[in-house]
């Protein structure tokens, strides 16, 4: 089962209490998918709120020739669907595991009946749902409103992870192939090959395979800010 860590990844701090974390678990439903298996189908109705606690996933749609196109990499622990329960439709996309992973499952009529008697927890639950909200909405106005080398400056500072030598250096590891991260940023892959070189010419990063060195990351955000 999840613990204070991964519920905390979840939901925010401050962490849950020992009666909160009991109550979770006793509903949760830990199940393993193998990597390329399917977590659920995108027209299959959704009956629990479902997250990865272990592992790397995708969300996205098969193409008509049977590729899986990548729309939002999810790394546990994190949410891969949290609001089609509540409303009784379908999944929106479809997940999919992108290595061996633990997925747990929280069904819906279990969490109504927790909300009912643990009023903390509940407000907790709702407020991860409206920063996922903000988040896509986030994610949204970017593709509406900013240019390629914006969009592509602000998907590296949401996965760069500092290093301990310097907090404006460090790694972005891309876990899905190039066209798969084009296609999230709405542009070809050849658009971002020229971004990395451009990107790379400015002395922001280098890249190294499918790991990418950031040698600036205040600039990148410069970029992403539109400045």
């Known amino acids: 089962m999840p613990d204070a860590h991964a519920w905390s990844e979840l ?12 109550a979770l678990n006793a509903i949760a439903q830990a199940r393993f998918v193998p990597q390329g298996g399917v977590v659920f189908a995108q027209h299959e109705v959704a009956r629990a709120l479902v997250f990865v606690r272990e592992g790397d996933a995708a969300l996205g749609c098969a193409t008509q020739d049977g590729q899986f196109r990548i729309e939002r990499p999810v790394h546990g622990p994190g949410w891969l669907d949290q609001s089609s329960a509540w409303i009784d439709v379908a999944h929106p996309a479809e997940a999919r ?6 997925v747990v499952e929280l069904p819906r009529e279990d969490v109504q009946a927790l909300m009912l008697t643990q009023p903390m927890l509940a407000a907790r639950l709702v407020a991860g749902l409206a920063r ?8 949204t106005h970017g593709l509406m409103h900013k240019d390629a080398p914006a ?7 949401a996965r760069f992870q500092p290093s301990v030598e310097s907090a404006n250096r460090g790694l972005v590891k891309m876990g899905e192939r190039k066209r798969d991260i084009a296609s999230q940023l709405a542009i070809t892959p050849e658009t971002l090959s020229r971004l990395m070189r451009s990107f790379t010419r400015q002395g922001l990063l280098v890249v190294a395979g499918y790991t990418v060195h950031v040698a600036d990351v205040d600039g990148l955000r410069r970029i992403a800010q539109g400045n």
């Open 151 to 157: 969009r592509f400056a602000q998907w590296l500072v």
């Open 132 to 139: 996922e909200v903000h988040a896509l909405a986030l994610c």
């Open 97 to 102: 595991a992108m290595s061996p992973l633990v």
């Open 11 to 22: 939901l925010g701090d401050p962490a849950l209490g020992a009666q909160e974390l009991s």
